[in-house]
T-cell receptor, first 115, second 116 residues
Framework: DAGVTQSPTHLIKTRGQQVTLRCSPK?????VSWYQQALGQGPQFIFQYYEEEERQRGNFPDRFSGHQFPNYSSELNVNALLLGDSALYLC??????????????FGAGTRLSVL | AQTVTQSQPEMSVQEAETVTLSCTYD???????LFWYKQPPSRQMILVIR??????QNATENRFSVNFQKAAKSFSLKISDSQLGDTAMYFC?????????????FGKGTKLSVIP
């Protein structure tokens, strides 16, 4: 049973560029959340997708957008990259039901460096 | 806004000994979950243990146990019989258990080193 998979593992971009990160949820999961983890910090919530819609959003600008596909996989897009966007981007998947209680399982992340 | 505070940036413990990591949180909510996640150098965040706020009994998972003090808003993690594989960053996290809120709020983490 594959866990949460993210691609690519590393990415280098320059300021002003756009980037797309990808996430495949754990088998049987229907919800995907994205987090940004700056160096030396805990992860910060960006947004969550369920049934192909953004269900909740954290305190991130509109430059951060996402998408969920019918197979539950998800993309995170960041436009007009800033140096401060350099971070580890984590994807977490969960199954929305009362028993599973929406426990989030994480992937290994994508390390984004903006030069 | 909810906040989670981990006051110990780094800790070390001898192999086979016991260590306790501290976490406090601030919330006005009554129903919530608390979690401890482990992040080894491989970067993947792994769920260690979780506690539901309405349960008075402290959660236990093998060598890992918590001391949940709801009134004090404290949620510490005890690791018994520490092993080299326990070396990692440990994050405390909070989540509202009601409908409509799904985000985890994390602390800044504690770096734990297990010394042979």
């Amino acid at each position: 049973d594959a866990g949460v998979t993210q691609s690519p593992t590393h990415l280098i971009k320059t300021r002003g560029q756009q980037v797309t990160l990808r996430c495949s949820p754990k088998s049987g999961h229907d919800t995907v959340s994205w987090y940004q983890q700056a160096l030396g910090q805990g992860p910060q919530f960006i947004f969550q997708y369920y049934e192909e819609e953004e269900r909740q959003r954290g305190n991130f600008p509109d430059r951060f957008s996402g998408h969920q596909f019918p197979n539950y996989s998800s993309e995170l897009n960041v436009n007009a990259l800033l140096l401060g966007d350099s971070a580890l981007y984590l994807c977490a998947s969960s199954f929305l039901d009362r028993v599973a209680k929406n426990i989030q399982y994480f992937g290994a992340g994508t390390r984004l460096s903006v030069l | 806004a909810q906040t989670v505070t981990q006051s110990q940036p780094e800790m070390s413990v001898q192999e086979a000994e016991t260590v306790t990591l501290s976490c406090t949180y601030d919330t006005s909510e009554n129903n919530y979950y608390l979690f401890w996640y482990k992040q080894p150098p491989s970067r993947q965040m792994i769920l260690v243990i979780r506690q539901e706020a309405y349960k008075q009994q402290n959660a236990t998972e093998n060598r890992f146990s918590v001391n949940f003090q709801k009134a004090a808003k404290s949620f510490s993690l005890k690791i018994s019989d520490s092993q080299l594989g326990d070396t990692a960053m440990y994050f405390c996290a909070w989540r509202y258990s009601g409908a409509g809120s799904y985000q985890l709020t994390f602390g800044k983490g504690t770096k734990l080193s297990v010394i042979p």
